[in-house]
């Protein structure tokens, strides 16, 4: 079947320390999200990829970083500089803009 | 300007109908979608509407006009599994992102 996969589904790690959560899809989609959403908020956009080994800075890109090796694969990374990681971080992928998102169940990422 | 505006939260009753309100700034646009996220899951997909007009999908539907930059998802015959929050989205423009509102946290009353 064919879907996003994000993993772990928790995540903790301690203050200062850089974390890399994966997101895979088969989907063969081209483009690739990554989202923060805080409690009781909406989807604010970290970095997005139209094509692999490009990415784009979203509203709130510092502190984190992205790659795009290969198409399926769109991991973030949340450093340290990164004042309050603690947030439920949503992959998702379509064909462009003007394509529905599919979206991966998430990770929950708790910095103690 | 890309603000999308919603209510923050909504109740309604079981069996009953309800309607969730976007509004968007209209330059640059290309379409809206909705979509419905349960507390703690990840958004999934309702709805697309490029055209004005109104769009059903069994017990929802959606409404757009563009030269008023409005939507609204309609909801029918209210079932408690319709409790989540509903996103209302749009195409960026002339960059390749998606521009999401805050969503509607809808509550359902037996």
């Known amino acids: 079947d064919g879907g996003i996969t994000q993993s772990p589904k928790y995540l903790f790690r301690k203050e200062g320390q850089n974390v890399t959560l994966s997101c895979e899809q088969n989907?063969?989609?081209?483009?690739m999200y990554w989202y923060r959403q805080d409690p009781g908020q909406g989807l604010r956009l970290i970095y997005y990829s139209q094509i692999v080994n490009d990415f784009q800075k979203g509203d709130i890109a510092e502190g984190y970083s992205v790659s795009r090796e290969k198409k399926e694969s769109f991991p973030l990374t949340v450093t340290s500089a990164q004042k309050n990681p603690t947030a439920f971080y949503l992959c998702?992928?379509?064909?462009?803009?003007?394509?529905?998102?599919?979206f991966g169940p998430g990770t929950r990422l708790t910095v103690l | 300007g890309q603000n999308i505006d919603q209510p923050t939260e909504m109740t309604a009753t079981e069996g009953a109908i309800v309607q969730i309100n976007c509004t968007y700034q209209t330059s640059g646009f290309n379409g809206l979608f909705w979509y419905q996220q349960h507390a703690g899951e990840a958004p999934t997909f309702l709805s697309y509407?490029?055209?004005?007009g109104l769009e059903e999908k069994g017990r929802f539907s959606s409404f757009l006009s563009r030269s008023k930059g409005y939507s609204y998802l309609l909801l029918k015959e209210l079932q408690m599994k319709d409790s989540a929050s509903y996103l209302c989205?749009?195409?960026?423009?002339?960059?390749?992102?998606?521009?999401f509102g805050k969503g509607t946290r809808l509550h359902i009353l037996p």
């Open positions: 989205a749009r195409p960026g423009g002339r960059d390749d992102k998606i521009i």
């Open positions: 989907l063969n989609h081209d483009a």
């Open positions: 998702a992928s379509n064909n462009g803009p003007l394509d529905e998102q599919f």
């Open positions: 509407n490029v055209l004005d």
